[in-house]
């Protein structure tokens, strides 16, 4: 191994996190004897575990417990809050901005490697649709899950507090667009949370309230299998959540969300989980991509053409062995984000020690989605299981691959707990404003014109 061998971690998501784990592992010898410098570069100083995003929506975890602090599970590893704007592979340096760069409006900083890890993910894939940037609301971080919640129930709020007909019929209008595990998730656990909270008011019921699923294909949940995709359209309406196949949103300007069937519906609550693209900074790297912007990887996860340089995740198209079609890329899922993180971490390993490389072969054993409390699809080695078995099988498979044991159990405590006692509906949504009250008590104004939030928080 050579000397003061640097590794530079770009991102703090799946691959981020498991490969800096793996490699703080593996590398104990070398890094206390200073031989190794791992430093991890994201923009939250935390790991967000996402198939957890719908149930802290419906108040079912904390949020606090969906998230996994960096600096205390790679306590051998520097991390640095910031953000890697470009890559000069060839000179081996990074440019980074952080929290302090952009506070002192100073230059950003020069990260200089020697091995190189690109995980940045990937960040909502909006189009350019009139209205969405204004009103959209996404569903990708632990924020924007509890702002969701928050928003969901100001909107019920505000639908028990008016005599305006029309906007009542707004507040209770909720449209989501995208049928993939973050739409059909999120829909159904709000729905379920709405649907006990209504309880508690004394002129909504459960009918008046308007759910709406919007997908551009003919199908939802593709990853569950054509079959469960169909019970999963048949458990929705059933429980009065409108479905609309082969649909899209062309517009949702003035709170207006209007189809491409001609359907129009005056709604203050547009979520988009309309799929992903690769992050912007891939295109500042100058490395090899594919047609979808995704670097072009090699089974043994370098970055095709390029020496010491790594990828595995969103970010990458990893060749999938063990598929009998040619050309075939592994699902950039978290399924095998997991996975590729521990091979490549090994495989950084390797590569120091003079070893011969491994290659990622992973074969993609099904998927599990929740419709609600105790509703749920999976299709798991070839077998098909629906309703509460299902639901049961998501919640085992998720609290055994969430992050460290102090998470587990903080997770599965709380799941008992909210077996025990009524849910909360409580909204929290001045959290996103803390200053407000005291801005307009100490004789300031609002920071913001509440007619114009674009989730119509008051």
Request: net charge positive; glycine share 10%.
């Amino acid at each position: 191994m050579k000397e003061r061998a640097r590794i530079l971690v770009v991102g703090g998501g799946y691959v981020g996190m498991y490969t800096a784990l793996r490699l703080q592992r593996k590398l104990k010898g070398e890094l206390r004897r200073g031989e190794v410098d791992i430093t991890v570069v994201t923009p939250d100083p935390y790991m967000t575990y996402q198939p957890f995003l719908p149930e802290a929506a419906a108040g079912s975890i904390s949020p606090r417990h969906v998230v996994v602090p960096l600096r205390r599970v790679l306590h051998r590893c520097h991390v640095i809050v910031g953000e890697v704007t470009s890559v000069d592979h060839a000179s081996r340096t990074a440019t980074v901005t952080t929290l302090a760069t952009a506070e002192g409006d100073g230059p950003a900083e020069l990260l200089r490697y020697d091995e190189l890890v690109l995980a940045p993910g990937s960040v909502s894939r909006a189009l350019p649709i009139p209205g969405l940037a204004e009103y959209g609301i996404g569903f990708k971080t632990v924020e924007e899950a509890i702002g969701l919640r928050n928003h969901v129930i100001e909107q019920m709020d505000i639908a028990s507090s008016t005599r305006d007909p029309a906007l009542r019929d707004a507040a209770l209008t909720f449209v989501f667009v995208g049928g993939g595990y973050a739409g059909v998730e999120a829909l159904g656990e709000l729905e379920d949370m709405a649907r006990y909270a209504a309880r508690y008011y004394h002129n909504i019921r459960p009918e008046d309230m308007r759910w709406i699923l919007v997908e551009a294909t003919d199908r939802i949940l593709p990853e569950v299998g054509a079959e469960m995709g169909r019970y999963t359209v048949t458990q929705l309406r059933r429980r009065n959540i409108q479905v609309l196949l082969d649909t899209r949103l062309e517009s949702c300007a003035g709170r207006v969300a209007v189809l491409s069937d001609g359907q129009r519906f005056p709604t203050r609550t547009v979520v988009w989980t309309a799929g992903v693209r690769p992050h912007p900074l891939l295109a500042a790297t100058g490395l090899p991509r594919t047609d979808r912007g995704r670097l072009r990887c090699t089974a043994r996860l370098t970055v095709d053409g390029t020496e010491h340089a790594w990828a595995a995740g969103d970010a990458a198209a990893v060749p999938d062995v063990t598929a009998g079609a040619p050309g075939a890329e592994t699902a950039p899922n978290a399924q095998h984000a997991v996975r590729q993180a521990r091979t490549l971490g090994d495989n950084i390993v390797h590569s120091l020690r003079g070893e011969p490389l491994e290659t990622y072969a992973h074969q993609y054993v099904g998927s599990v989605a929740s419709l609600g409390l105790h509703k749920g699809v999976a299709q798991v080695y070839g077998r098909r299981l629906k309703g509460y078995p299902a639901w049961f099988m998501h919640r085992v498979y998720h609290l055994s691959r969430v992050p460290t044991f102090n998470r587990k159990a903080r997770v599965l405590a709380e799941w008992t707990l909210a077996g025990l006692f009524k849910r909360e509906i409580v909204s929290l949504g001045s959290l996103e404003h803390p200053r407000a009250e005291f801005e307009l008590a100490a004789g300031g104004k609002l920071p913001h014109d509440p007619s114009d939030d674009p989730k119509g928080s008051s």
